[in-house]
Structures are given as C-alpha cells and as structure tokens.
C-alpha cells in the first residue's frame, strides 16, 4: 500500500484524495490554534479561531457578510467573463497563424507585466467611480495573461492531427475550428479554471476603486480600524468562495472531458 501511494503519478482514490485533504485543512487550523493558544502571537495581530469565528457569525448575522460576498462575487464574475469573451477567438487565432502570433505577443508580453493596481487611477478617468471601474480593474489583471496561455493551449495541439486534416482536405477554417478549437478545448477549460483564480486575487486591487461595499472594501475598511479578526473573515471567505468555485469547475470538467484525464 505504501509502495503504491508514492509512486510518481500514480493513481489516487476520491475518497482518499478527499481525506488527505481534509487532514491538510485540519492539520493547519490545529496549529493555527495551538500558536494562539500559547500566546506565542499578539491576538492583535493573528486572532485565534474562535475570536474569527465570532466575529464571522456577527458579520453574518447583520446581513452585510452576504451583501458584501454577493457584490464581490458579482464583480469576479463579470470582470471574468469579459476577459474570457475577449480572450478566447483572440487566443485561438494567435494560436493558428503565426503572423497574428508575431503581430501581438509582444504587446501582451509587455502589458501581462503591468500591475494593474498602477492602472486604478487612469481607470478612475476612464470610467469614474461606478461598478465598471471595479470590474475594468480585474480585466486589466487577467486578460493579458489569459490571452498569453489559451494561445499555448492551442499550439500545443500536436502537428500530425493538422497534417491529416490538410490531407482530407480540410480549409484554414475548418482546421482552426474542428481540429485545433476541439483538441484544445479541456486544456484551454483548465486555462480559465486558473484565470478565475487569478481574478479573485484582484478583488482588493479593484475595490480600492471608490468602493463602499463588497469583501475587498471589508478588508481593507479592517485595517485601519485594526480588527484583524475581521481581516482574517474576509480572507477566509474568499478564499472558500473560491474553492468551491474551483471544485465545481473540475466537476465540470471531468464530465464534459472525460478523455482529458483530469485531476481529483
């Protein structure tokens, strides 16, 4: 059994899969717990579990804790999905044609490297202080890369299936939608699975816009009061908001590309 579970990729059973990391989520709280515990940290400065799960059901039981996660994930979500719309044809015919490839990686390759916090006061100028200045925010910190990595997805389709598509006769068009789309399809699935990721990393970036509700705006709102329990709410949440989002999508993709071999 032992040899089995260490074998370089080998398999792994869900219910296993699942009880290792249900151990990791327990094994980090107890130790969570036992540092504040044994004061070995100002409380001040890293509250302890029970302190954050207080202020967690207060927060809850207000009904801002729902309001503020509903227009955070509201935002994720349609700064996501602009991205995807805008970077998936893109993508694909990056991907095909190499003067299109020639034409605009180096732009992308410069613009990924631009922190899109630098770009929340000419957002400001560009769209003012509404819900579009928050979503522009989070397209600006995941377009670029998103871009950059669904056009490797596809030139990773390998050559011979082209080849034998040219030899059936296949046109430029058919080829890019039937063979290089299709091929590439799982991969660019786990390419936005990623990109949402990184989206949620941007909530605190795009809510430093002018914003007066959602987690990002809690959060930081925390801070200068200096309620670190409060901090670490927001945190957790967001940070279970997209687990469970992660975890839905790899649902997804094991059903819909089953082939794919896709992980636990």
């Known amino acids: 059994m032992k040899h089995s579970l260490w074998v370089v990729r080998g398999p792994l059973s869900r219910r296993l899969y699942l009880l290792i990391a249900t151990l990791s989520f327990c094994l980090w709280i107890a130790v969570w ?9 100002d409380p001040l400065f890293l509250p302890g579990p029970g ?10 039981m207000d009904g801002s804790l729902l309001s503020d996660a509903g227009i955070s994930v509201f935002r994720v979500t ?26 605009f990686e180096p732009l992308l390759e410069f613009a990924r490297y631009l922190p899109a916090v630098a770009f929340v006061p000419v957002v400001l100028l560009w769209v003012g202080i509404g819900e579009s200045s928050k979503i522009m925010v989070i397209w600006i910190g995941t377009f ?3 871009v950059i990595m669904l056009s490797e997805d596809v030139t990773r389709v390998p050559l011979p299936q082209i080849e034998a598509a040219r030899t059936l006769g296949a046109g430029g068009g058919e080829i890019v939608a ?7 399809m799982p ?3 786990d390419t936005l699975r990623i990109t949402l990721g990184w ?27 200096l309620q670190t329990d409060r901090i670490f709410v ?5 940070g279970l908001i997209g687990l469970g989002t992660d975890q839905l999508l790899r649902f997804i993709h094991r059903r819909i590309f089953p082939w794919a071999g896709a992980r636990s």
Not at 178 to 184: A, K, P
């Open 33 to 41: 717990w036992a540092v504040t515990a044994l004061e070995l940290v």
């Open 51 to 60: 302190a954050v799960l207080r202020r967690s059901l207060g927060w809850l």
């Open 78 to 103: 349609a700064g996501f999905l602009l991205s995807a719309v805008m970077a998936l044809p893109l993508g694909l015919v990056i991907g095909a044609y190499r003067p299109v490839r020639a034409f």
């Open 144 to 146: 670029f890369q998103m």
């Open 178 to 184: 039937r063979v290089l789309l299709r091929s590439s």
């Open 187 to 189: 991969a660019m699935f």
């Open 199 to 225: 989206a949620w990393t941007y909530l605190v970036v795009a809510e430093l816009v002018a914003a007066n509700s959602g987690l990002g705006y809690a959060i930081l709102k925390a801070q200068r009061f």
């Open 234 to 238: 927001g945190i957790i949440v967001i």
